[in-house]
């Protein structure tokens, strides 16, 4: 049997005296320029096409800006619908970000929100965090360590997806609250039964994670929480008392970090930062070398962070 | 402009004189055994990874359940976690299943799902529906003629791809009742304000889509409404007049053909009744040839469907 997902999180938080998530969501059309100028080198001169070319020019974006800020961070979030829109290029690419991070002993959160049936929830979990048995072999899948889920269709919709999460010391994170403004128009909804729409939510990722609390008191089901609802915060810990709480909407989308203190109630792992655009486009902002502005602004994030703790 | 997707599918409609959506949700341990046989062939001796000739197989399978089903039809519906779980190399079968069936005039629904903070939601429009600039010219994305999406992050979450989608004369399906036994957790909650999730989010669509009805009555944002639920069909119409309305569940999970008039209400393009195992798999239960029994039972639903419209 492996680690707990928990617990091989709330090792690496130590280890690496961080709860940061880098986060990545390239853009061909925002691209450090060094990665453009990299693509080409590694081109050759080779005809490819102008997908093969963005794939690999995303490729090299996410292998500096990890080069850069990796150090800082537990884990990278790879926005799995940026990979998407370059096609079948754009998906080798997510798998070679993937190696890369791997390699800087960093963990992969793909950030996919997928949600479907018992038998096709299934198949994601093959495809994100398993392995698919075929007539010509075993196909591995991504090899993510965590994957967010959408949790719309209902409890069966996400069993198949804990079950092999857990066989294989995977986590994921469940939409509970996230971090855009329409959040709310469903989301908020308050209920009969009293409570909202999240907070029924919340009860099914605590329920569906108590099978799988580990040692450092962290269960494998945790859930994605905006940083852009600090008031729902509180309310959330409590019925998630040990979920891994995915924090996005730092930096570009306004949450502060300051806000997050009760993500981390149950320890230094319980929260996890993810910022993105607030990292990889620092330079922006600053105009500094790229790379610079982003390890300094990860650095600083960091800091933040492990004093709420 | 080009024309709606109402318009689009209404046409679509009558050409074929049927409704009925070839579901495609291949696994590569159920393959037709010609489509094995095939890829092998097509793979002609030359090494290949395990995932690449899944995938050919995968490929064969499809396009050989096109052949055979496919004139009974008005489009297919592809599972994408069916494919993405063959990593870069299944990806390139999705890809080809949609040129496969654009070449036998059937419209393609991506069935992926999909649903993400607006920024997101535009990378999944550019890669299911449109396509993405980048330094190194415009890259094509599947090309879907539409796609199905999440809506639990709200109106803002979708407006994005309702606007790639109406450009280009595609379609969506909202999520509002799947035909999964655990629909009801989430989607069937009653709310303090009166009606459920469910209802809650057919205003949604109807809104959505009330920006683009075409000269045939339907709007271009329709709503996946499990053929499991006849209950909620007759009310979730009345919220959602000129929504198409996407219909699985049929056969392996137990919805009848038969149940399904009020979807039809608005016109016999106001419902596509989605049939995935029941068909491809109708020969499990039959002892015939995987291809007749296929064409048999596609004949059969198409009858049954274009008698209730």
Redesign the interface.
């Known amino acids: 049997v492996p680690q707990s997902f928990g617990d091989r999180l709330a090792r690496q938080v130590a280890k690496r005296s961080s709860q940061l998530v880098l986060g990545l969501?390239p853009?061909?059309?925002r691209?450090w320029p060094r990665a453009?100028e990299l693509a080409a080198a590694r081109a050759g001169g080779h005809p490819v096409s102008?997908?093969a070319?963005?794939a690999r020019?995303v490729s090299a974006h996410c292998e500096l800006a990890m080069d850069a800020a990796g150090e800082h961070c537990v884990a990278v979030k790879l926005?799995v619908?940026?990979f998407?829109?370059?096609?079948?290029?754009g998906?080798?690419a997510l798998?070679e970000v993937c190696d890369r991070a791997r390699e800087r002993e960093l963990l992969v959160i793909a950030d996919a929100?997928?949600?479907?049936?018992?038998?096709?929830?299934a198949?994601?979990a093959?495809?994100f965090l398993g392995e698919?048995?075929?007539?010509?072999?075993?196909?591995?899948?991504?090899g993510a360590d965590a994957l967010t889920v959408?949790?719309?269709?209902?409890?069966?919709?996400l069993l198949a997806l804990v079950e092999t999460a857990r066989q294989r010391g995977r986590g994921l994170f469940v939409?509970v609250r996230?971090?855009?403004?329409?959040?709310?128009?469903?989301?908020a909804?308050?209920?009969?039964?009293g409570g909202t729409?999240s907070e029924?939510?919340a009860a099914?990722v605590a329920e569906l994670g108590s099978g799988c609390v580990g040692a450092a008191g962290l269960a494998d089901v945790g859930a994605v929480v905006g940083a852009t609802a600090p008031a729902a915060l509180e309310i959330l810990r409590q019925a998630m008392p040990c979920s891994v709480f995915l924090l996005p909407g730092v930096g570009a989308?306004g949450g502060r970090v300051e806000d997050l203190a009760p993500a981390f109630a149950p320890g230094p792992a319980a929260g996890l930062i993810a910022v993105s655009r607030g990292i990889v486009d620092a330079y922006e902002r600053t105009g500094m070398d790229p790379a610079l502005a982003a390890e300094r602004e990860a650095a600083r994030l960091r800091e933040l962070a492990w004093k709420l703790a």
């Open positions: 969501d853009d061909p059309m691209l453009t102008s997908a070319r963005a020019a926005q619908a940026c998407e829109r370059l096609g079948p290029p998906w080798a798998w929100k997928r949600g479907d049936v018992a038998i096709t929830a198949a994601y093959q495809a698919t048995p075929t007539p010509f072999g075993t196909v591995a899948g991504l959408n949790p719309l269709l209902g409890q069966d919709s939409l996230t971090s855009n403004p329409g959040a709310a128009d469903v989301q909804l308050a209920l009969a039964e729409v029924r939510l099914m989308q």
